[in-house]
């Protein structure tokens, strides 16, 4: 929402506007006042792995359901009851439910008793366990996570974390929290007492062994910790408290305390210092190659006019420094030869095409604030509905490509464009997901949604695609500035660096430079369930990505052709899109280090989903190269005179 830090430049500022404006609020949500003794919905959703304590390691990733019945929670009166969600929610992994929870505005409640339930041994013994991994339960009051005060000391500020322990370790023994200590904060809408609204909320859990039966007198005494026996039954009571406490905190700005940059100065500073190499590198590229093409240009055009003049074809070989054609000109009736496999890249090329604009669109709309975080579930149900409405892009995109490449087998491109790509991100989140179900995990998604997904694909998106392509093929085909000869020209060895594996190694690692920073802070708010927030550096790394990818792949595209090796079409798409290897790398250096997970479900779930995120950002990182290196390509041999 909004950032405390000011921007160096103007430029950052006005990027950065919708993270500085206080009292910037697109709609969304709208507030919600209340009426002292009027009733506050207190929702629960699903129960999630954060960190642990301990090791500050994440040791699962399965969300579990709020009313799993081996966590034995106290069910409202006639059956807990789901809370309306947005597709982009429940393929998140929210699961809001009703809860027995009673929160009156204004009204507040000392150790209201809940219900009574049993733990036996398998329960307590699965209990104990999500304990040890660092559990935490999530629940909403007027749409405002539930979470924890915590205070940064190297900021010096308070800020609070979503979510709060299921129990925790303590004196070698686990301790179940079973009284629950809740704070609300509200604020008088301009001073009315009649009008209320809640800015924050604050849970603290404690562990309380009561006696059986429960007897009201012994809330505010002092009680040993409830610990679960995982040899026999285990009666527990459940508890809570409610506390309202004015705040001078705005509706508008109720978000501000949730979002928390750990040390920021070095997150400006990687950032800046990322952008300052980008750049310099960049500019060092284009300098390189302007003076080197305006240079070769000349020369081979003074050639062509040296040879024109010369009726008698008796010129010498060199003039003023001329010699005959040599380097990118010597291919240049090669250039265009179709690439292998044409149906294969125009397909990529145009689901790139369709990511590009689908993630450039989902940022300016993060980045101005329509995504907020109180709109829940809003970032994954645009991105779906963008991709879905950008079919028709990926269509006309794919047919265009594949007719100027001569390619004939034109209805298995169009049936294959909006199918292949999408088909393999679906099986792949398919099999993920029956993971989920065998653990029994909240994070899986029905059936029904599913199924959603799949007719609003061939409902819409392949509609669109069809119809891109259909006017895609209608359209003139996009002539090659220059002739293609009909016998290949032999391409000669090329040096070490030009090498396949080689020159995609190089050129993947600096797109992959320009993002790692942003890609660290989102891995830690996919996988840490925390919120991210920080669109304007992500915009920043976005653009600077883009730059970098386009930069680097036509340079080796100058190298590969000075180097009279033609088929560079094929080469710039994996070169470019290897930095999808280099974040997938990183995503494995980060299951190393940050995280500990038990068992095989776990480590192929991470690695599942950090593959199928890999395997986007090489079509998007592959189409960036390929289509700057085309024009490119088309730029340079329409520059210079051809007989």
């Excluded at 024109?308 to 001329?322: H, N, P, R, Y």
């Excluded at 029905?446 to 061939?458: C, D, E, G, K, Q």
């Amino acid at each position: 929402m909004h950032l405390r830090t000011g921007a160096p430049s103007a430029v950052l500022a006005t990027l950065i506007a919708p993270q500085l404006a206080a009292a910037f609020y697109l709609p969304g949500v709208a507030p919600k006042s209340y009426k002292p003794g009027e009733k506050v919905p207190l929702n629960v959703n699903s129960i999630r792995p954060i960190a642990s304590p301990q090791d500050a390691l994440l040791h699962s990733v399965v969300s579990y359901d709020y009313y799993h019945p081996l966590f034995h929670f106290c069910h409202p009166t006639g059956g807990a009851e789901s809370v309306g969600e947005s597709l982009g929610s429940i393929l998140f992994g929210d699961r809001i439910k009703t809860s027995p929870f009673e929160l009156v505005m204004g009204v507040n409640q000392s150790c209201n008793y809940l219900c009574e339930t049993t733990y036996d041994k398998a329960s307590a013994a699965f209990v104990n366990r999500q304990i040890s991994r660092g559990y935490s339960l999530n629940w909403l009051v007027d749409g405002l996570p539930a979470g924890q005060e915590i205070r940064d000391e190297l900021t010096d500020t308070n800020f609070y974390s979503p979510g709060f322990l299921l129990g925790q370790e303590q004196d070698n023994k686990i301790i179940y929290n079973n009284d629950y200590e809740i704070i609300v904060e509200y604020h008088k809408v301009s001073g009315d007492p009649q009008q209320l609204r809640v800015v924050g909320v604050r849970v603290q859990p404690w562990s309380k062994k009561y006696t059986d039966p429960f007897s009201q007198q012994e809330c505010g005494s002092s009680l040993p910790y409830l610990t679960l026996d995982e040899q026999g039954d285990t009666k527990v009571h459940f508890t809570y408290s409610v506390w309202w406490i004015e705040s001078p905190t705005a509706w508008a700005t109720r978000w501000d305390k949730y979002l928390h940059v750990f040390d920021p100065k070095i997150h400006w500073f990687s950032l800046v210092n990322s952008a300052v190499i980008v750049v310099f590198l960049v500019l060092t590229v284009m300098s390189v190659l302007v003076r080197a093409l305006k240079k070769d240009i000349a020369r081979y055009n003074r050639l062509d006019q040296i040879n024109l003049d010369d009726l008698s074809g008796t010129s010498a070989l060199e003039e003023d420094g001329v010699q005959e054609d040599s380097g990118w000109k010597l291919v240049h009736g090669d250039v265009f030869r179709t690439p292998s496999h044409p149906l294969l890249l125009s397909i990529f090329l145009g689901n790139g095409a369709q990511l590009f604009v689908m993630t450039g669109c989902t940022i300016v709309l993060a980045l101005l604030g329509f995504l907020s975080p109180s709109n829940r579930g809003s970032l994954g149900t645009i991105t779906v509905l963008l991709y879905t409405i950008l079919g028709f892009v990926g269509g006309y995109t794919s047919a265009r490509i594949y007719k100027s490449m001569q390619g004939e087998k034109w209805k298995l491109n169009i049936i294959l464009t909006p199918v292949l790509v999408p088909g393999i991100v679906f099986s792949t989140f398919f099999l993920l997901d029956l993971f989920l179900w065998a653990k029994e995990s909240s994070g899986a998604v029905p059936f029904t949604t599913m199924l959603i997904i799949v007719l609003i694909w061939f409902i819409i998106s392949v509609p669109l695609s069809v119809a891109g392509s259909w006017l895609g093929f209608r359209a003139n085909a996009i002539e090659p500035p220059v002739r293609t000869n009909q016998i290949p020209r032999q391409i000669p060895p090329a040096t070490t660096y030009l090498r396949p594996i080689p020159s995609m190694l190089l050129v993947g690692i600096l797109p992959f430079g320009a993002i790692f920073v942003e890609l660290y802070f989102i891995m830690s708010s996919i996988w840490f369930s925390k919120i991210y927030y920080m669109f304007g550096f992500l915009f920043l790394c976005y653009a600077l990505m883009i730059i970098t990818c386009a930069a680097v792949t036509v340079l080796m595209v100058y190298f590969l052709l000075c180097a009279e090796n033609y088929n560079w079409q094929w080469r710039a798409f994996l070169a470019a899109g290897t930095s999808a290897g280099y974040v997938f790398l990183n995503a494995l250096i980060y299951w190393i280090s940050k995280l500990s997970l038990g068992g095989l479900a776990g480590s192929v779930l991470y690695i599942g989903y950090s593959a199928l995120l890999s395997f986007l950002f090489f079509i998007l990182t592959g189409s960036i190269g390929f289509f700057a290196s085309w024009w490119f390509v088309r730029r340079i041999y329409a520059s210079i005179k051809i007989d």
